[in-house]
């Protein structure tokens, strides 16, 4: 499966040309022109839908798990808030946000690490980051003072900033650009399921009378399960499609040829590719979903962590506020994997964010506008859907539109730098001065939310621009398959004269 057949005859592996392996923009034109148009044979639809069975059975579940409870150890600081932490270590409402604040900006310096996927064997890489996580998680329990407490934020920051920024571009390893949205969808999908139990969890422990404070029990019951699944991460997730052990031979050959197509590379390699580095940093469209995600981020940050008080502040008791979180949330988790996979099946991942952007948008201004509770509270439902399922499809619109590894890697770290900063803002427009309406926090998340929107549909047109250029000049891409008489062009996602950018 990993042939191509030359003209006389032998079968050898493609070799690209070294000007594909490291293309720009600038370049694009050059590329296409110089680059010999290399086949993989048709691939078995059928061996191949049994590979991606496997594949998802592994890689979106064992690292959505660990998303999961990763997002349970950051999040679940707002519980531990209204359940006695704030008059446990003497908080006022400038030190709890100090203590969300730190987080992200140890988040944000350590973002980094997302290129560690490609330079450590990721079971490796997921195994050690996991436990440094779950060790600082749990060691919050054990808090006596605020100094303390900051310092567990910023190491919790740091190590969690190894993991989730870098997953979607682990996904680009093992699956086409048609076949990422949904797989990213179902790994970040576990953050608004991670807020659902948090709320169920926190509402079981809150309501019972352990023998320590509530709030410490919380941190324990959440931080250890990070520490017992380190053995499955190291055991079970795969490194590469080609040298995942759960394939059988003739699978391992499919997988094989679905890495040449993808990438014109038979085994994924390590190395990281300088040149593409900064060839990314110039192209503005990295740049541009980084700014959506960052006003994602002030509405996604805030509400998980201020959303407990204000179901408190609307006349719920603290016990019933935390039960209330879940579902909400839920709905979000649903909606996530829905609209990814909607997305990668009509190929419109900007329209989809701009509907969800509005979705959310509309909902924070109906928490600020309505004075009804249950309205009040049907807003929370729009928010939650909207925010939560617009990050899950602006992270793989990122890795669709860039071609090559080390460049998918690098705006993601782009993303995620830019990106990160919306919590800052996110975590300190809820000041407790605000209680019980939060008014200001609310209508800026809402404003961030139509931006939002209309960064989504500027990006979407100068894509569409770009591809009507690159039909004109190459034919379309029905007119080019066409021409290749079933097979499949080597390294189709790399830039080159079958490339076209993913709406």
Request: charged content about 15%.
């Amino acid at each position: 499966m990993a042939t191509v057949e030359k003209e006389d005859g032998v079968e050898q592996t493609p070799t690209l040309n070294p000007e594909v392996e490291k293309p720009n923009d600038m370049q694009f034109e050059r590329d296409a022109e110089l680059a010999p148009v290399t086949t993989t044979p048709a691939i078995d639809p059928v061996i191949e839908k049994r590979v991606l069975r496997k594949f998802d059975t592994r890689v979106p579940v064992i690292t959505g798990f660990m998303f999961l409870l990763s997002y349970l150890d950051r999040s679940n600081i707002g519980n531990a808030e209204i359940a006695g932490m704030e008059q446990d270590l003497g908080l006022n409402s400038g030190k709890y946000a100090w203590l969300l604040t730190i987080f992200y900006i140890s988040y944000t310096l350590f973002e980094f690490q997302a290129l560690m996927w490609k330079v450590l064997p990721p079971h490796l890489w997921a195994s050690l980051i996991m436990f440094a996580w779950g060790a600082v998680a749990t060691c919050q329990a054990a808090a006596q003072n605020w100094s303390g407490m900051m310092a567990l934020r910023f190491l919790l920051g740091a190590s969690e900033a190894g993991f989730g920024p870098g997953v979607p571009y682990l996904m680009s390893f093992f699956y086409t650009r048609r076949e990422l949205g949904l797989r990213c969808g179902m790994f970040l999908s576990a953050a608004p399921l991670a807020t659902t139990f948090a709320g169920a969890l926190a509402y079981g422990i809150t309501s019972g009378h352990p023998h320590i404070a509530h709030w410490r029990l919380l941190f324990l019951v959440e931080g250890l399960p990070s520490l017992v699944f380190v053995p499955l991460a190291w055991y079970f997730l795969p490194d590469s499609a080609v040298e995942a052990k759960f394939l059988t031979p003739e699978e391992r050959e499919i997988a094989r040829a679905r890495s040449l197509r993808r990438s014109g590379e038979e085994v994924h390699s390590h190395k990281i590719v300088w040149a593409d580095i900064l060839q990314t940093l110039l192209d503005p469209k990295p740049w541009f979903t980084a700014f959506m995600y960052f006003s994602c981020n002030v509405s996604y940050s805030s509400l998980p962590v201020f959303l407990p008080t204000i179901l408190k502040d609307m006349g719920f008791t603290a016990v019933n506020a935390q039960g209330l979180e879940a579902p909400p949330f839920f709905l979000a988790f649903l909606v996530t994997i829905f609209s990814t996979w909607i997305a990668d099946r009509l190929e419109q991942r900007g329209l989809m964010i701009a509907f969800l952007s509005a979705v959310g948008a509309v909902g924070y201004v109906i928490i600020a506008a309505c004075n009804s509770v249950g309205v009040r509270y049907f807003g929370v439902f729009l928010a939650a859907s909207g925010v939560f399922p617009a990050i899950g499809n602006i992270l793989p619109w990122v890795l669709n539109n860039q071609g090559s590894d080390t460049r998918r890697g690098m705006a993601m770290v782009i993303l995620n730098v830019i990106g990160q900063c919306g919590p800052f803002l996110g975590t300190n427009v809820f000041p407790s001065s605000d209680a019980p309406r939060y008014s200001r926090g609310l209508w800026i998340s809402a404003a961030f939310m139509f931006f939002n929107l209309a960064l989504s549909l500027g990006l979407r047109t100068l894509l569409a621009w770009e591809n009507r250029k690159l039909d004109k000049q190459y034919g379309t891409k029905q007119e080019r398959q066409a021409n290749q008489k079933g097979d499949f062009v080597t390294a189709e996602e790399n830039y080159g004269e079958d490339f076209r950018y993913f709406l």
